[in-house]
């Protein structure tokens, strides 16, 4: 039986967004704000040869650079969410795309990014690197 290894790592902001499907409802179909919770989970089955599976120095650097791009901002203004409902869902897949650019150890084999708009509900984009 193989194990997997698994690091995650989190950081959070605030930023805005409204829905733009049909009939959103009042609140979801105007700008809001969101204290949203980014959590990155890299999962592979070997380490590195200092016994690390990701350097977090570098997911650190990606996450800051993520806060950098969001906080404070209107997702619905930014191009990654042009022509689609800035949803929770897309913007798992959105940092899933960013973090994987940013962070390439070759023993990451699968990323799973969640998203948290509040306590109660989040999305999770997770696939193989």
């Known amino acids: 039986m193989s194990g997997v290894y698994s690091t995650t790592v989190v950081t959070d ?3 805005q967004h409204y829905l733009t499907v049909p009939d959103p409802g009042p609140i979801e179909g105007a700008p809001h704000s969101h204290h949203f919770e980014v959590e990155l989970t ?10 690390y599976l990701v350097d977090i120095d570098d997911v ?5 650079a993520l806060k950098d791009r969001y906080r404070d901002t209107l997702l619905n203004d ?5 022509g689609g409902n800035p949803s929770v869902e897309r ?13 390439t150890d070759d023993t ?5 990014v969640t998203i948290w708009e509040d306590n109660e509900a989040a999305a999770t984009y997770d696939a193989s690197v």
Not at 42 to 51: A, I, K, S, V
Not at 60 to 64: N, T, W
Not at 91 to 103: G, I, K, W
Not at 108 to 112: N, R
């Open 13 to 15: 902001f605030v930023a």
């Open 108 to 112: 990451v084999a699968e990323l799973a």
């Open 42 to 51: 890299f999962r592979g089955p070997e380490l590195n040869e200092y016994d």
């Open 78 to 82: 930014l191009p990654e969410f042009e």
């Open 60 to 64: 650190k650097a990606a996450l800051a």
């Open 91 to 103: 913007f798992a897949r959105v940092v899933f795309e960013r973090v994987t650019e940013a962070v």
